[in-house]
């Protein structure tokens, strides 16, 4: 028999809180850490994106904040991006009760924050820049904040923030209790759990990249002008996707383009006003849009479940890049689609980074996935002849239509010069339903914070400094 909330401490009215939002029992990462965080122990976890982290570190947050004065919040959990700070202060709110919840981060006015933490707000969910601009305008002090929790703490590495997050770790209570979670624990990461986590019990959940081997990869060698085409092939063929560019300009550019396609598509990027990247994610959270068109920072952090595919449009800077992005789909156990557009001069680069990532599939044109698999020969072969004496008796010999794609996301099956030069085929008429149908691998989990997959391993660590608690 499964574990439940309740035997791991969880007080009922969140159970039926979390219940209520359709959370029956807890996942992996969270049945390994919840108790030891509500015993006030320091917890360093490792778990892949889509994996429940939130609510791991989240529920022994919300138990364990107490009430606190103005401008003295008590809890405190340092997020990498603004997307991530306001969908962790969201989950939080579902079964926080009168806990007061506080997001922060840079790209909005200051007057809203400040007027919050003025009235007294328990915890505070934010973004290190911002966090440090609200201490220096003396909005909020950190010296009774006694529960922190540092989320994504790879990627706050990754993005230069680690040096505020020691700052901001500085200012808080010496007694505090200190949550890290990541998906990697070595390098930073390490050196950030020696200098302020005290003897902190260990866990480990699931494989380091599951994200990365539970999608189907795919590169493709295209022209630079047919990528547009391939990339509106591949989100019309899978449902909702995320499509990455190097440029805040290129990514404006491409969601034109794809629109003009008709796909609906928004792109989201650093550029843009806090307020137009919130609206624009909460449509393809929705399914109101299909594509997202983002540049790697944006990314950051952005936990959207039943992504269909990933496309590279650009190249992403290294492997480790690749896989963050990568991760974007396949998430909670699901399958899901990633889908490169190398260019003849990249092909060289795409292959050292393979290598480096461990992925062995092949670079093809978009025809080649399709041509090549002895299904289509096997299976067509009545259509073909149907097809063919139908041409016979045609008037236009070359009338007929480029084959469509197969339910599994394959590249049209019909064999026309266009697709030996590695051109998508016809245009599908976009899915206006949000795309949730015709998923590359068919499955999709309705569960929210992830699978929690694979065995949790325990061990405690000593060596922290408790002078720099």
Known sequence: MSTTFAQLGVPKPICDALARNGIQAPFAIQAATISDSLAGRDVCGRAPTGSGKTLAFGIPLVINTDRAKPKRPRSLVLAPTRELADQIADELRTFAGDVRITVVYGGVG???QESQLKRGTDIVVACPGRLEDLLERRS??????????????????????????????????????????????????????????????????????????????????VERPDRIDATAHVINDSGQAIVFCRTRH??????????????????????????????????????????LIATDVAARGIHVDDVAAVVHYDPPADHKTYIHRSGRTARAGRGGLVVSMILPEQVADTKKMKAKVGIDAPITVPGEIAESTSTHEHTNSAAAQSDQEQARSSRKPNGGNAGRSNSNGNRPTAKTSSHRRGKPGAKKRPNRAGGKSGSPNGNRGNSRGGAG??????????GGRGSNR
Do not use: C
Request: charged share 25%.
């Open 453 to 462: 997959s694979g065995q949790a391993r325990s061990r405690s660590r000593s």
């Open 110 to 112: 200051y007057g809203k």
């Open 140 to 221: 909020l002090e950190l010296t009774d904040v006694d529960s922190v929790v540092v989320d994504e703490a790879d990627r706050l590495a990754d993005m230069g923030f680690l040096p505020a997050v020691r700052r901001i770790l500085n200012k808080t209570s010496h007694k505090r209790q200190t949550v890290l979670f990541s998906a990697t624990l070595d390098g930073d990461v390490a050196k950030l759990t020696r200098d302020y986590q005290n003897n902190p019990v260990t866990h480990e959940v699931g494989d380091t990249t599951p994200d990365i081997t539970a999608a189907e990869h795919r590169f493709w060698k």
């Open 250 to 291: 290129g990514s404006d550019r491409l969601a034109r383009q794809l629109t003009q396609r008709g796909v609906s598509a928004a792109a989201i990027h650093g550029g843009h006003q806090q307020n137009r990247r919130t609206r624009t994610l909460g449509q393809f959270t929705e399914g109101r849009i299909q594509a």
